[in-house]
């Protein structure tokens, strides 16, 4: 059975990094082919990938916010970490991170983590 | 990146009714393309992966088709648990992305 969680703040001040921790089971991020996502979505909005690790260490990263975005994992933990610089409100979101299949789709996610970000 | 619009961005239904979502990417994905069910406060379900291939579990009445550019997510018979917000994700290249979603309510 494949599990996820999200684990980090919920309140983060403008200016400040945020660091999420995906913790799962049920699967290993050393296995050929498999990677974990972070995807967020804003209240009442669309979802919004972020960020992407591979079992080999391959990363990739949304264009559009990649200067702010670092994902890390430990796969001895079975975790997975993803830091945001320079938080603003606009980030206020549900931070989730999900299992990618090899073809691309995301089958297994976190329940998600509301990060509100205020001064 | 490529753009996912999704159509229309809302439907109001009744149960039994027959619904379709319709997904387009602004360039051709050949099948790569996901849907899936969002019900408030919950994480997303795939429902179906290769524009056509229904998840392990999700119920028949589900199914995708299409390939390129256009793509249709249709429920044969709308049941009441099936009331959610409905998104497609482009699994062709980096960055995924998702269309804007289509909420489907009660009529």
């Known amino acids: 059975q494949i599990t996820l969680k999200e684990s980090g703040p919920t309140l983060v001040k403008p200016t400040q990094t945020l660091t999420l921790t995906c913790t799962f089971s049920g699967f290993s991020l050393s296995t050929s082919g498999v990677g974990v996502g972070w995807i967020r979505q804003p209240p009442g909005k669309a979802l919004e990938w972020l960020a992407l690790i591979y079992w080999d260490d391959d990363k990739r990263y949304s264009p559009s916010l990649k200067s702010r975005l670092t994902i890390t994992k430990d796969t001895s933990k079975n975790q997975v970490v993803l830091t945001m610089t320079n938080m603003d409100p606009v980030d206020t979101a549900t931070y989730y991170c999900?299992?990618?299949?090899?073809?691309?789709?995301?089958?297994?996610w976190g329940q998600g983590a509301l990060v509100t970000v205020s001064s | 990146d490529i753009q996912m619009s999704q159509s229309p961005s809302s439907v109001s239904a009744s149960v039994g009714d027959r619904v379709t979502i319709t997904c387009r990417a602004s360039q051709g994905i050949s099948s790569w393309l996901a849907w899936y069910q969002q019900k408030p406060g919950k994480a997303p379900k795939l429902l179906i992966y290769?524009?056509?291939s229904l998840q392990s579990g999700v119920p028949s009445r589900f199914s995708g088709s299409g390939s390129g550019t256009d793509f249709t997510l249709t429920i044969s018979s709308l049941q009441p648990e099936d009331f959610a917000t409905y998104y497609c994700?482009?699994?062709?290249?980096?960055?995924?992305?998702f269309g804007q979603g289509t909420k489907v309510e009660i009529k």
């Open positions: 290769a524009a056509s």
């Open positions: 994700q482009q699994a062709n290249s980096f960055p995924p992305t």
């Open positions: 999900a299992h990618r299949a090899v073809g691309g789709d995301f089958i297994y």
